[in-house]
């Protein structure tokens, strides 16, 4: 195995990796009990392929046993040596020396129990040692001065309620606050002291609440019926949902630390939470996450290179192959997976079921249930009983209704008439052409999702007029897949005329590029770069044809990688003016560097503009 396989290798097969790394080293051990170790410990794919290139930059660190290293090298040395390795090293203090049997870390670093205690100046007698706890205001204090409480926390938490809902049963707060905090006393008397505070917390305002437990205080006492307690929502979406994530000082549900973590995906541009970062610490979306080649493994019922939905004892499955019968699907012939007909009782593969095709019978596009791939039969002509299919109460047409009321077809046009209608009750006939070419859809449940959140929002607002029906008017809205839907629906039914998206997305994207930098004369100069070169550029190339997708990617990967040059120039107190060759081969060195190649377009460009002089940055092809 040689060293420039190991990043490759890291990523393909880290399991294997880390195996062969520790028993190079240890040569007591089997392989077999090296690999049931190392798969105890890695745990996940990311967690696995981390400690396997940490392994691979540094494995003197199963000699050595020294920090910096992550902590699952750290774990994964203390279960070596529990499984009897005697050349693996245990991982030792950074500060004293001591082998270790258990972990403390700061930063990269480990260390013991003694070493690894934070000191700070006692709050009561001023002296510098080892902080033993932190009193009511946070403030630290050694192990000579505790800041004592001898009242009782059940008394005191049951006298604060009382004074808001008079009567309220002393067992019932004495069994919510132990379920809140079991075993740790310190913790819940933290929590009586906070509460004492801001008894507020208890009648609403509870998303401002320092510690977790008294989020789960709360819903104990109103989940036992207790008057007075208010559960809080969450300050930001304001739903009564679980709120337990700190955002600036706040605690808020989940959705909205997903928004508030939103980044751009540097390989699809779609603005959402990263699921996971790349080599050089760039957000990808859980999309991107999912495509990744890297993650992708051979299914051993299809035998494709696909995601993984499941693993068995003999190796990973796709979400395509389930665990089905394979026989000889009636509909199109091909021996695949297949599930039973409730209507013929013969098998049909999954792409028969899901297929829509026009019936030979009655017309209708409707899904597949007998006949061929060639003739197709709808379920209403394959088996006209009325215990499976009954007439709809508006059209009478036949379909499978699973609950009283009209089929889809008609539910959409109902919907589409709420949402388009004015106020006379009308559709306005500038609305008309996207009704029409709605309600006439084939597939009505894929329009009806039109018709859903958002969506329904923007179109009763654009049929009432409280919108005007311009791309301006949406271009006010937040930004995101939903809107620039409703966006294509609107021009492909000639509601709205036809623009330059990409254009669009990239002026927007330079106007705030342009005001993110922290300096004046960065601001400008990136003002400059983005409008009168890659815009112009664009627009020149374009010669009045759209913009393609992937012009707007590279525009901009040349516009951040124009920020990320003078970020880090700004972090050393140089300007495009003042720096020299000698400055711009540092940076060019540098660890930290992203987009390389994107950057040397820069520099040319402010060469170019007599910006800077004197550097010197080649092109590659």
Same mark, same amino acid.
């Given at each position: 195995?040689?060293?420039?396989?190991?990043?490759?290798?890291?990523?393909?097969?880290?399991?294997?990796?880390?195996?062969?790394?520790?028993?190079?080293?240890?040569?007591?051990?089997?392989?077999?009990?090296?690999?049931?170790?190392?798969?105890?410990?890695?745990?996940?794919?990311?967690?696995? #392929?981390?400690?396997?290139?940490?392994?691979?930059?540094?494995?003197?660190?199963?000699?050595?046993?020294?920090?910096?290293?992550?902590?699952?090298i750290g774990d994964l040395l203390i279960e070596l040596r529990k499984a009897g390795a005697s050349?693996?090293?245990?991982?030792?203090?950074?500060?004293?020396?001591?082998?270790?049997?258990?972990?403390?870390?700061?930063?990269?670093?480990?260390?013991?129990?003694?070493?690894?205690?934070?000191?700070?100046?006692?709050?009561?007698?001023?002296?510098?040692?080892?902080?033993?706890?932190?009193?009511?205001?946070?403030?630290?204090?050694?192990?000579?001065?505790?800041?004592?409480?001898?009242?009782?926390?059940?008394?005191?938490?049951?006298?604060?309620?009382?004074?808001?809902?008079?009567?309220?049963?002393?067992?019932?707060?004495?069994?919510?606050?132990? !379920?809140?905090?079991?075993?740790?006393?310190?913790?819940?008397?933290?929590?009586?002291?906070?509460?004492?505070?801001?008894? !507020?917390?208890?009648?609403?305002?509870?998303?401002?609440?320092?510690?977790?437990?008294?989020?789960?205080?709360?819903?104990?006492?109103?989940?036992?019926?207790?008057?007075?307690?208010?559960?809080?929502?969450?300050?930001?979406?304001?739903?009564?949902?679980?709120?337990?994530?700190?955002?600036?000082?706040?605690?808020?549900?989940?959705?909205?630390?997903?928004?508030?973590?939103?980044?751009?995906?540097?390989?699809?541009?779609?603005? #959402?939470?990263?699921?996971?970062?790349?080599?050089?610490?760039?957000?990808?979306?859980?999309?991107?996450?999912?495509?990744?080649?890297?993650?992708?493994?051979?299914?051993?019922?299809?035998?494709? @290179?696909?995601?993984? @939905?499941?693993?068995?004892?003999?190796?990973?499955?796709?979400?395509?192959?389930?665990?089905?019968?394979?026989?000889?699907?009636?509909?199109?012939?091909?021996?695949?997976?297949?599930?039973?007909?409730?209507?013929?009782?013969?098998?049909?593969?999954?792409?028969?079921?899901?297929?829509?095709?026009?019936?030979?019978?009655?017309?209708?596009?409707?899904?597949?249930?007998?006949?061929?791939?060639?003739?197709?039969?709808?379920?209403?002509?394959?088996?006209?009983?009325?215990?499976?299919?009954?007439?709809?109460?508006?059209?009478?047409?036949?379909? #499978?209704?699973?609950?009283?009321?009209?089929?889809?077809?008609?539910?959409?046009?109902?919907?589409?008439?709420?949402?388009?209608?004015?106020?006379?009750?009308?559709?306005?006939?500038?609305?008309?052409?996207?009704?029409?070419?709605?309600?006439?859809?084939?597939?009505?449940?894929?329009?009806m999702k039109l018709s859903k959140s958002i969506v329904s929002t923007v179109l009763s607002d654009?049929?009432?007029?409280?919108? @005007?029906?311009?791309?301006?008017?949406?271009?006010?809205?937040?930004?995101?897949?939903?809107?620039?839907?409703?966006?294509?629906?609107?021009?492909?039914?000639?509601?709205?005329?036809? %623009?330059?998206?990409?254009?669009?997305?990239?002026?927007?994207?330079?106007?705030?590029?342009?005001?993110?930098?922290?300096?004046?004369?960065?601001?400008?100069?990136?003002?400059?770069?983005?409008?009168?070169?890659?815009?112009?550029?664009? %627009?020149?190339?374009?010669?009045?044809?759209?913009?393609?997708? @992937?012009?707007?990617?590279?525009?901009?990967?040349?516009?951040?990688?124009?920020?990320?040059?003078?970020?880090?120039?700004?972090?050393?107190?140089?300007?495009?003016?003042?720096?020299?060759?000698?400055?711009?081969?540092?940076?060019?060195?540098?660890?930290?560097?992203?987009?390389?190649?994107?950057?040397?377009?820069?520099?040319?460009?402010?060469?170019?503009?007599?910006?800077?002089?004197?550097?010197?940055?080649?092109?590659?092809?």
């Open positions: 195995m040689t060293t420039t396989d190991q990043p490759d290798r890291a990523v393909t097969d880290p399991v294997g990796l880390i195996t062969d790394l520790v028993a190079e080293v240890e040569r007591e051990l089997g392989i077999e009990t090296i690999q049931a170790v190392v798969t105890a410990v890695v745990g996940g794919r990311a967690k696995s #392929r981390s400690l396997a290139k940490a392994l691979a930059m540094r494995p003197a660190v199963l000699t050595d046993g020294r920090s910096p290293a992550p902590r699952a050349a693996i090293a245990p991982p030792v203090c950074a500060e004293c020396g001591k082998k270790l049997r258990t972990l403390q870390r700061k930063g990269q670093d480990w260390y013991c129990s003694v070493c690894g205690q934070e000191t700070a100046e006692c709050n009561v007698c001023g002296s510098v040692r080892r902080v033993g706890f932190r009193d009511r205001k946070g403030l630290p204090r050694c192990s000579m001065c505790p800041d004592i409480d001898d009242r009782d926390p059940v008394t005191v938490v049951h006298e604060l309620i009382t004074t808001m809902a008079p009567g309220a049963d002393r067992d019932v707060v004495a069994e919510a606050l132990r !379920r809140s905090v079991p075993h740790r006393p310190h913790y819940r008397q933290r929590l009586v002291w906070a509460l004492e505070e801001k008894p !507020r917390l208890l009648t609403g305002e509870g998303y401002l609440a320092p510690h977790r437990a008294i989020l789960r205080f709360i819903d104990l006492l109103h989940e036992a019926g207790v008057a007075g307690i208010v559960r809080p929502a969450c300050p930001r979406c304001h739903q009564l949902v679980r709120i337990d994530k700190p955002l600036d000082g706040q605690r808020v549900c989940r959705n909205c630390i997903a928004k508030s973590r939103i980044e751009e995906c540097v390989r699809c541009g779609a603005r #959402r939470e990263p699921a996971t970062r790349d080599d050089q610490g760039r957000p990808l979306c859980p999309t991107c996450l999912i495509t990744d080649p890297a993650n992708l493994e051979t299914c051993i019922v299809c035998g494709k @290179s696909r995601m993984v @939905s499941s693993r068995t004892a003999d190796g990973a499955i796709c979400p395509n192959c389930r665990p089905l019968p394979v026989l000889l699907c009636s509909i199109c012939g091909h021996t695949t997976p297949c599930t039973l007909s409730k209507l013929t009782g013969l098998p049909h593969c999954g792409g028969c079921r899901q297929r829509q095709l026009h019936c030979t019978v009655c017309g209708r596009l409707r899904g597949i249930h007998s006949g061929t791939a060639d003739a197709p039969v709808c379920g209403p002509c394959t088996t006209p009983d009325a215990e499976f299919w009954r007439p709809c109460p508006t059209c009478g047409q036949a379909e #499978r209704l699973h609950a009283p009321g009209p089929c889809p077809r008609c539910t959409l046009k109902q919907r589409l008439h709420e949402l388009l209608a004015d106020n006379t009750g009308s559709i306005p006939p500038k609305l008309q052409p996207l009704h029409d070419a709605l309600a006439g859809s084939e597939r009505a449940a894929t329009a654009l049929s009432s007029g409280r919108r @005007s029906l311009t791309h301006e008017a949406l271009d006010e809205l937040p930004e995101g897949k939903v809107i620039e839907h409703i966006r294509s629906v609107l021009v492909a039914t000639e509601v709205l005329p036809r %623009r330059d998206e990409q254009m669009v997305r990239l002026e927007r994207h330079v106007k705030d590029l342009a005001t993110s930098h922290a300096t004046a004369e960065g601001r400008k100069i990136l003002h400059r770069y983005a409008t009168w070169h890659h815009l112009r550029r664009l %627009r020149r190339r374009s010669r009045g044809k759209e913009v393609t997708h @992937s012009q707007l990617a590279v525009a901009r990967q040349h516009l951040r990688a124009a920020v990320y040059f003078l970020n880090w120039f700004e972090k050393q107190n140089l300007t495009l003016a003042t720096c020299r060759q000698a400055n711009l081969e540092q940076w060019m060195t540098s660890d930290d560097v992203r987009l390389r190649r994107e950057a040397g377009h820069f520099v040319r460009w402010a060469l170019a503009q007599k910006i800077t002089r004197d550097l010197s940055f080649p092109a590659e092809r």
